[in-house]
């Protein structure tokens, strides 16, 4: 694969959010969507066949060839945390702070809300198995911000939204700012120094909070080959990945001895680093646009049940296991749970998220509108009375002949 070592242009490094907004870098990449699913896949697949899931059997004996594979399936997080520094950086271009922190809430929070509460009656539904959380848990899970209260997770799985959110709370520094090249690239450095000196001062509770030095290197791989894609790929940028991709080796290995002390069969290491290059270079092709040629457009409804198949699968996946494993073959099993999940995560796509984003959006820009100080219209006095209008609804023209009830569907959403 041929470099090139130009530096970007100046006009085009120095690009002001606005401008680059215009660009075609910002259309949808299939592609993406694809490498989404294939995260979720890894991570569903290791939580049925490698961890967690108890079918009375050892596992070598129940899935002979997959087996072994499905215990690198953990991985597959860390692929998320690349494609996220990617797409972040991507959808935010040109966009404000406000339109950022919409679309972190429109994103997460209804597909989340849902999962807690399904996840929660299932397992207290279903006899045996694992107990739901306390009344209390399950609120504050409701928060997101469960770790730092100290609460238990509702689903295992919602630990990774923790170091998510940390992600959008630092970037959204940058974000405020305005995104140019010059910013986005001095940011992933000065996160890079911060991930070492947490490596290097473990106790300094604070500085690990906000570097995250077991995670830090896949968002800022991310945001690298964003960069190399929006403005063309040059040697430091290509530093950059390689010692993301190298530092993100060695801060896999606390997870990956966890998992190969559990697994009770040998888990080679150097699967850890094939696995992680095969990530960068599949993020590498996208940022090069190697995949230009993928646009099946199934691959948009693919990625489209990824959040809600993630948050959706364990708990109730294993609760499943744990009822019936015993009695059903364990491929047709496995295989019918992954089927009916991403059915079900896609109606919970179609019936919740997408319902829930046109509801939050209009809200979520009127209420930022007023942090702006977006003055919003005021309705003129009526010589019938006090208006009962919202402070948003246009007042009827005086030549609107059908009166004040047909105007008021005009400013409320519907």
């Known amino acids: 694969m041929t470099v090139a070592a130009a530096a970007p242009p100046a006009r085009a490094a120095e690009a002001t959010a606005p401008e680059a907004a215009r660009r075609p870098a910002a259309d949808r990449l299939l592609a993406l969507d694809g490498l989404r699913f294939v995260a979720v896949l890894l991570v569903v697949v290791y ?3 490698a961890f967690g ?3 009375g059997r ?25 494609i996220s520094g990617f797409v972040i950086c991507l959808s935010c271009w040109g966009r404000s702070l406000a339109d950022f922190l919409s679309s972190r809430v429109v994103r997460l929070f209804p597909a989340y809300w849902f999962a807690v509460l399904l996840t929660t009656a299932v397992l207290a539904a279903v006899p045996g198995g694992s107990r739901p959380r306390a009344t209390r848990d399950v609120l504050t899970n409701l928060t997101m911000m469960e770790y730092p209260f100290g609460a ?46 947490a490596m290097a ?34 040697l430091l940028l290509w530093l950059l990945v390689g010692f993301t991709f190298l530092a993100g080796c060695r801060s896999v290995l606390p997870t990956y001895r966890f998992v ?17 290059a095969v990530f960068y270079l599949l993020m590498a092709g996208v940022a090069l646009d190697r995949f230009r040629a993928v646009q099946w457009r199934w691959l948009a409804t693919a990625g489209a049940v990824t959040y ?27 295989g019918a749970l992954l089927v009916v999940m991403t059915v079900v995560s896609w109606l919970v796509h179609r019936y919740v998220e997408r319902p829930a984003a046109r509801w939050l959006k209009p809200r979520l820009a009127a209420s930022f509108a007023k942090v702006r100080g977006v003055p919003l219209p005021v309705p003129r006095p009526s010589a019938h009375g006090p208006s009962d209008r ?24 519907r």
């Open 260 to 276: 190969a002390a559990q697994a009770g069969y040998p888990v080679p290491e150097w699967g850890v680093v094939a696995l992680l």
């Open 390 to 413: 919202r402070p948003s609804e246009p007042e009827p023209r005086p030549t609107d002949t059908r009166g004040p009830m047909a105007a008021r569907g005009v400013g409320d959403g």
């Open 308 to 334: 809600p198949l993630y948050l959706l699968h364990e708990y109730i996946g294993w609760e499943v296991i744990d009822a019936v494993g015993g009695r059903v073959d364990p491929w047709l099993l496995v």
């Open 58 to 82: 050892p596992r070598a004996e129940l899935f002979p060839v997959l087996y072994r594979p499905a215990a690198y399936g953990w991985m597959g997080v860390q692929l998320f945390f690349l």
């Open 47 to 49: 939580h049925y066949v």
């Open 201 to 234: 001062a473990p106790g300094e509770q604070l500085l690990q909070v906000l570097a995250m030095p077991e995670y830090c290197w896949f968002f800022i791989g991310g945001l690298a080959f964003y960069l190399i894609r929006r403005f063309g790929p040059d």
């Open 152 to 197: 238990p997770y509702v689903d295992g799985v919602y630990w990774s939204l923790w170091v998510e959110g940390r992600f959008y709370l630092i970037f959204a520094v940058v974000v405020a700012l305005g995104l140019t090249y010059r910013r986005v690239l001095a940011f992933c450095l000065l996160w890079c120094a911060a991930g070492v000196l």
């Open 53 to 55: 899931s108890d079918w």
